[in-house]
Every structure is written in C-alpha cells, then in structure tokens.
C-alpha cells in the first residue's frame, strides 16, 4: 500500500488535486515542502513515498515495477475521491508519471516530468547500485549522492534542505531502495511517448548528470503536446534545488497561472557564512584540494552550533593559510601529513593523504614523508600512519592490498 503525505489545507472539492512524486533515495516532505509550500494556495495536495522510504517504512516482498507504483497513486487518488488530477514528479517519480499517462490517460490533466527520462540509466547501472546497496546500505551511497544531486553551489547556499535529503537517503529502507533500481532497470517507455496526449512539461536540470538534457527532450519532443523547459544551475532534485522555479512552472502549465518566478537561485539563505574574500578564496582552495563531495558533505552536516566553526576553518585554515605564496601546496601537504602524525589525528590525516594525492605528490613521496616522520614523531605514531595512510591509497587504487 502506497503511503500518502498531505500538504496545505482544503479539500478536492474547493481545489484541483495535484499528485507529486518522488526521486529515488529521498521522501516527499524533503524533496517536495519548498515547493509545495508556493503550490498549495492552488492546489489540494498529495504526495507518495516509495516503498521503504520517507514515512512508508514496509518494503515490498519481491520485484516490483513503475507500473506497480503508478496503480499504488491511482488507488491514493481514488480514496480521495478524485476522478481527474494534475501530476508532478522527479526522477523516479517522473517515471511512473509517463506510466500513468499510459495507463490513465483519462486520468491525468496535466503532467510536469522533472529530471526523469522515458529510460533513466542502464540494467547495468541499476545492477551495480543493487549491488552496493547490498554491500553498504543506502549511508554508503550518501557521498556519491551528494555530488550527483546537487548543482553547484546549493549545498553552500542550502546546508539544511541538502542536510535533510541526504538524511533521508541514508535512512531508506536497502530492500525498498534495492526494489525501486529493481523497477528502474526494466523501465523503458520510449517507443510508445507518441501515445501520449496529455499536455506534459519536461523539466530539465542544466547541470543534472543523472538525467540529462537530452533524456527530457526526448520526453518533449516523442509525446503529442510537449515541452521542454532546463533550469540553469540545477542538477537532479529540482523541486528543492529551484522550488519557486518549480512551483511557478506547475502553476502556469497545469493552471496557465503566471506569478512571478523570481530569481533563479537564492544569493544567500539566514544564517549562511558570510562570503567575505577570504571565505570565498578558502572555500575555493578548500574544493580544489578536499574535492567537491568531501565539502558538500562537511556542509551538509553542519548545524547551528557548528556554523561558526566550518567559517573559521574556511576564513582562516583555507584562506588565510592555504592560498599564501610562501609554499606550494605540495609542500603544505607534507608538512601537513607530519602534523597529522605527531599529534595523532587518524581521520584528517586519512583526508590529507588524499589531499596530497590531489596535490600532486607520489605514493613515494608519501612514504618518505611518514618515514620520516618516524625519527620525529615516533615509531608508534608513525607505524599507525603508515597503516592509515595504506588504507587511504588502497581505495584510491594507488598501492595493491596485502596478498
């Protein structure tokens, strides 16, 4: 049984019901609020979980399809009374609103398929997320995540909304998420797009990976009444990457209501770090030397109480530090590698032999560095580098495991 989520107030008596739907990995509330928030003057609104995820904790006993999932929406419309209703969804949830359009046709208003495409992926793709599921849970795909999800600069701007999907994915259920790139793998709708006669909107992220432009123009073009609209700055979670965009695209194709979008991405949300020179220098160094997913996951994490911390390691670690021209970064590298030693700091020495690696110096000259920090620093600590820092080069590929 699907699981329903409201937002706003009403009924479907006073107001057209719009259906919202999910992306894989995250719920309803965390993809969806921001933009509901805007919608819900409008519309009567349900949204729908997947299976093990958001606030639908079951997990279904075997495979499932989008087809399964689109007769689950129909039986929530159904309880609700509602013969006809407007769609929206991402990713997934665009899937199964291709699906619907299918096999409701007489059902479906309107449509808005959000960084989703007609087939998303390959069964290969889909195989090996299974797979790493299996291996890791959903936590273990929060990193990768994390850079496929968001476009640039949104976890910065937004570390709250970031923080809170990137929660719900490590919390999803492995058999429900497992189940859903089960249905995934089989989806494929391409050669019947021309079936479709409801009025659709195809919503693309400029910078979305997962999704790309492509796939929604496909979308667009292979349907009777289509259109193809990409948001600029947005990867694969539009509805809480750009949800005043969102909510002004749904709005004006389901309703042809116009309101003011207004712009395109937020300057800056409360409570954000000032962006003075030396932030804005640090956190520039700070990506190129940790990688962006290291960062945005440092970001997403943050809180309140940890705000002001994460701006002084910015300010002055990376820009007041890092960027002097004193010394190259190779060297900052080493002589950071030895700190990391002598005091003892396993888990930053860990990211700083990965740093170093992007630095440019050797799995040699790493080496040496510990080595030589062993007549310094001492045996012991040294001994305890060598096995963290032969951890960090085993996963990066750089060294073979012991045999």
Known sequence: MTIAVRFGRGTSADKPLLVLGPSLGTSATTLWSAAADRLA????????ELPGHGLDRAVPDGPVSI???????????????????????DSVGGAVGLQLLLDAP???????????????????VWTDRVAAVRSGGTAGLVEASAGRWFGPGFVGREPDRAGALL???SGAADEGYAAVCGALAA???????????????AVAGAEDA????????EIADGVRDGRLEVLDGVAHLAPAEAPVQVAALVLEHALGIRPDPGPQQPAAVPDAPAA???YDAGMAVRREVLGDAHVDRATAATTAFTADFQQFVTEHAWGSVWTREGLDRRSRSMITITAMVALGHQE?????????????????????????????????????????????????????PPA
Not at 41 to 48: G, K, P, S
Not at 210 to 217: A, E, I, K, N, Y
């Open 167 to 169: 929660h719900a994915l």
């Open 276 to 278: 003075g020179p030396s």
């Open 67 to 89: 087809a399964d999932l689109a007769a689950g929406v129909l039986e929530l419309v159904d309880e609700v009374g509602e013969r006809r209703f407007h769609y929206a969804g």
């Open 348 to 400: 930053e020495l860990a990211m700083h032999v990965r740093a170093a690696r992007t630095n440019g110096l050797s799995v040699e000259e790493i080496r040496e560095v510990i080595l030589h920090s062993a007549v310094y620093c001492g045996v012991p600590a040294a001994n305890t580098a060598f096995r963290v820092a032969q951890e960090v080069l085993i996963a990066l590929g750089d060294v073979e």
């Open 210 to 217: 997962v999704t790309p432009v492509d796939g929604l123009r």
């Open 106 to 124: 007489d059902r479906v208003a309107s449509a808005v398929l959000l960084c989703t495409g007609a087939v998303i992926g390959s069964e290969q």
């Open 41 to 48: 003057e409008h519309f009567h609104i349900l949204a729908w």
């Open 187 to 201: 989806f494929d709708v391409r050669d019947r797009l021309g079936e479709i006669g409801a009025p659709v909107l």
